[in-house]
């Protein structure tokens, strides 16, 4: 998937990963837009670190690891070290959000968040469940953002799962959720932010979810 | 398939830096690649994860010299960024929320940090200008857009409507005619600013259909009968037949009785005409993005006054690009400024002393 001028520089990149992180990728052979992509993409990360250890699923043999995993649509990414963060990706990591995903395997591997010490203060005594849905489109330069905050507050928080859902593979969920416009994150399925909001605006739209 | 890299870099907010970018479009990324070069401690600050500025929201620039292919706007954005980065340029994503501009150390205020700096170049740019109609708040983002690129991809086989009369809005629509089926260019006059090779290619596009004389006066995207715009024909010169008596005349009468209803597209109340669409994109110019420095620089109708060195009125504080007060804003002009402003950045830092 990826040229070797590109794997060079992910090469760079991915060299400064220090823990190993667990990538659980979710797949079928039949109906499935970009799975095979999907993989030669991660077996590209795999090819350039020793830190990655990837596992394929097959999402109809597989059906325990769906379940464990609360896998809704293919390809799936979930990247993850020795326990679930509810880090997800749903369709292809391509375009702008290629960035996500070396995002999330560097702040797995190395623990490093980059959060404000109020948002800290909030997550650690939160209690109910948060679930975040960003959509995007790969051609947008806005979403990355979108989706980093999103990973980051679910591998801070344990009550956080975040996901990334690229729209065009995905059109039902655009209609289902009404998107019109990426990057959009949907909190707990009813409330949602528009756009690439920062840190404190995301985190308010949280809390009046709650 | 595409795969974009721009990860944050790991800066440390103790350090004094010679000079820090606030914004990272192509003037930002222009000087940024000049002060690196230079051997300057520089740091941009971008509030995205993307650098590129308005550049990653057009699909191909065609006017920037050396590429006789057009380029795509986000590729470019990407090498200018990479380019910079090469000979040690401090890339982080964070939005700044304050400045403090007097004095020989400047500082950078953000949620995460406080970064200091000798010298500060601001090229924050500036961001599309908004309709300022009933609904576009209320849609913004769920039908109503500023981003092509971004948002064309969730309109296949849709109507669109595009707003204005320039070479963005001319553009975006020959972008955005690969995805939908139909789009009337909207702008509320016949005097178009695109240019004329452009017009060309949008008059040549059969799924485009141009309404001069048309003003959005609201977006009534949650009418039971489904979204549509309400337009008003704003033309009123006399030698065109008045369409009827009690409203104004109308330029295009052949699109206008369509619109009235004489084919079942829509209907009109009084003398306001109704068009269905699945949304609508707005390119009617840009708004400077200085809120942070007002009042602390002196600003010419919002953007920031500078001399010949690109100095804005504060010393040791430098403007280029978009955001500066000047009469043509490109990608051209911007990356001009921005090695212009880094020629007498280092002019500034050599004789620097605290």
Known sequence: ?210 | MDFNISLTSAAKPNELYDLIIIGGGPAGLTAGLYAARYKLKTLMIEKMAVSGGQLTSTEWVENYPGFPEPVLGQKLAQDMEKQAKLFGLEVITEEVTKVELAGNIKQVITPYAVWKAKAILISTGSSPRLLNVPGEKEYKGNGVSYCATCDGPLYPDKTIAVVGGGNTAFEESLFLAKYASKIYLIHRSDNYRAEKILQDRVNANPKIELMPFFEVVKIDFDNSEGRRLILNSNKTDDSVVPAQAGTHAVFNKELDSRLRGNDGLGDSVENEVILPVDGIFVFIGNDPNTKLFTGLLELENGYIITDRAHQTSVEGVWAAGDVQAKALRQVATAVGDGACAAYWINKYIEDWSE
Not at chain 1, 26 to 45: R, V
Not at chain 1, 111 to 121: F, W, Y
């Open chain 1, 1 to 210: 998937m990826l040229d070797d001028k590109i794997k060079q520089e992910v090469s760079k990149i991915l060299a400064t990963m220090n823990q190993p992180v667990t990538v659980e990728l979710f797949t079928q052979e039949m109906e499935c837009g970009y799975c095979k992509e999907t993989h030669e993409l991660l077996n590209d990360l795999v090819s350039v670190t020793d830190k990655i250890k990837l596992d394929v699923h097959s999402f109809e043999k597989h059906s325990a690891e769906v379940e464990k995993y609360q896998i809704e649509q293919l390809p799936a990414i979930v990247v993850m070290d020795e326990k679930d963060r509810g880090i997800r990706f749903y369709g292809i990591p391509a375009g702008y959000e290629f960035s996500s995903l070396l995002n999330a395997l560097l702040m797995v591997s190395t623990g490093v968040v980059k959060l404000t010490n109020d948002t800290k203060a909030f997550l650690d005594y939160l209690q109910k469940p948060v679930n975040l849905k960003v959509f995007v489109t790969p051609t947008c330069p806005y979403c990355p953002p979108s989706v980093m905050l999103a990973h980051t507050l679910a591998f801070y928080s344990d009550r956080i799962t975040a996901e990334m859902i690229e729209l065009s593979e995905f059109p039902h969920l655009a209609v289902k959720y009404g998107v019109q416009g990426v990057p959009r994150t949907v909190i707990n399925e009813k409330w949602f932010v528009e756009g690439a909001a920062p840190e404190a605006i995301l985190l308010e739209k949280i809390k009046e979810a709650l």
